[in-house]
């Protein structure tokens, strides 16, 4: 089984796509923008690419989903889970919502299957809080995986862009998974 899980944005999407049907560290790959050449990384499990120019906001948001799609189907994933809204949020509201409308609509008409999981959800998921801050997130991966994402993408201070985006990417997908299996079992 192949599943996406999409922490998707404007400024740092972040995309894990873990194969198998046990949940494993091991089996996951994830891709990444950044907007700072030096935070490419090309390893076995990292995948980063600099952040694409654009024109307007349509021209970015279509490269955004373009490049988005292009993991997905390399994968030929079987379900793909995306972060929902934080309704909190504030800012460019509008335009996140476009962006992410956009994904969505080329993700089904590519016959992908779409599930939406609320922030809430994700971060109780993986930390035992609904409210869980990107510190604890983060935490909750370094004490489950052991792995240091900051060496991965050559980020040493404290900037969180695509640290955080990865680590939620990475519990999306996990929680996706575990749903898959759950819904599976109750068949």
């Known amino acids: 089984m192949v599943i996406a899980g999409v922490d998707y944005s404007l400024t740092s999407p972040a995309i894990c796509i873990h194969e198998g049907d046990e ?28 952040y694409p120019e654009y024109e307007n906001d349509i021209d970015r948001f279509h490269k955004l989903s373009q490049w988005s799609l292009e993991i997905i189907s390399k994968y030929n994933a079987d379900s793909v889970y995306i972060e ?7 800012g460019r509201v509008f335009q996140i919502a476009e962006n992410a409308g956009l994904l969505k609509y080329i993700l089904w ?3 992908i299957d779409i599930k939406v999981v609320p922030p809430t959800v994700v ?8 409210n869980a801050n990107k510190e604890m997130m983060y935490d909750s991966f370094l004490k489950e995986v052991k792995v240091d994402i ?26 996706g998974l575990f749903e898959e299996n759950r819904d599976a079992d109750q068949t």
């Not at 060496?151 to 929680?175: L, T």
């Open 84 to 90: 929902g809204y934080a309704f909190g949020a504030v």
């Open 23 to 50: 949940w494993s560290y091991d089996n996951c790959n994830f891709y990444y923008l950044v907007k700072n050449e030096k935070h490419v990384r090309q390893t076995n499990q990292y995948h980063g690419s600099l």
């Open 109 to 111: 008409k590519s016959d």
């Open 150 to 175: 900051r060496e991965k993408v050559g980020i040493i201070n404290k900037q969180w862009n695509p640290v955080s985006d990865i680590v939620d990417s990475y519990y999306i997908a996990k929680f």
């Open 123 to 130: 971060k109780k998921f993986a930390s035992g809080k609904g």
